[in-house]
């Protein structure tokens, strides 16, 4: 087919709150070698995008500068060396960035098919969290069944899917959110036991269960260190975030006696082979687990592209349960 010139999308004119973000019109991305053209019909929101947004977490260099690091949608366009889309392909893909806009342009090997029995909104919603639980929690963490698993924020887009992933993996689920309703949510997702972090200590709860094998944190500052107290001995803690900072003052004699292994990764900067990697494993695995129904997708809610602001305003406000996502075009 033949594309348009230009294209609408959302972009970040200055740093700032949710209000910088501004419609605009900008090209269409013409694919490289091993890149596919996907028409956006739904487009995931993450927390990197507000990063973004607020100028600390700048797009690699030769991504596009526009936030949006997941999308669903139509292969309409294939670059030189490319061999497993064709044009008309329906695919979910992790972007570089340039989400949030009509087209955008991936590497062939980030982009899977549309799980069996999910529509393209639900679709958009799995790349970026997916690779991220995927390779922080089994990859890099090594989660294995029968070990009990921690994850704060079980409410977010990250913290459902993880829930999900490791029930179906066999480990028992331990969760933390801000209100009991919350909380219930955790449950009803597969967490065997779901702490409210307002009203309950978590250190104090996963203590009285031997600690965690395993903790996924996106939280940092004062968790860093309560983390490690929840730690099982040989246990593994995984960051993937500081929502409340990254600096702290850490005692490492107590990683040293028992023997407790930090460690974590960003998904953007890394190289196209190992993103491949990951989309592989994903694909292997997870992509079974809902086929069976062992991991569903949580949709918060939808906002329309041109309203990108209050999408970014709605995740900021902790008040989301799943994902939320940008209609793009039909």
Known sequence: MTLSHSMLAVEI?????????????????????????IRVAWAGVNRPDALQRAGAYAPPPSASPLPGLECSGTVVEVGPGVTRWQIGDQVCALLPGGGYAEYAVTHEAHALPIPLGLSLREAACLPETCFTVWSNVVMRG??????????HGGTSGIGTTAIQMARALGARVFATAGTDEKCQVCHELGAEVAINHRSQDFVAVLKEQGGADLILDMVGGPYIERNIKALADDGRLVQIAFLQGPKVTLNFAELMMRRLTLTGSTLRPQSDLAKARIAREVEENIWPMIARGALTVVVDSEFDLRNAAAAHRRMESGAHVGKIVLKVQD
Do not use: D, T, Y
């Open 142 to 151: 090594r989660l294995k069944a029968g070990e009990r698993f921690l994850v």
């Open 13 to 37: 004119p200055a740093p700032g709150g949710p209000e910088v973000l501004q419609p605009c019109s900008v090209p269409v991305p013409v694919p490289g070698h091993g890149q596919i053209i």
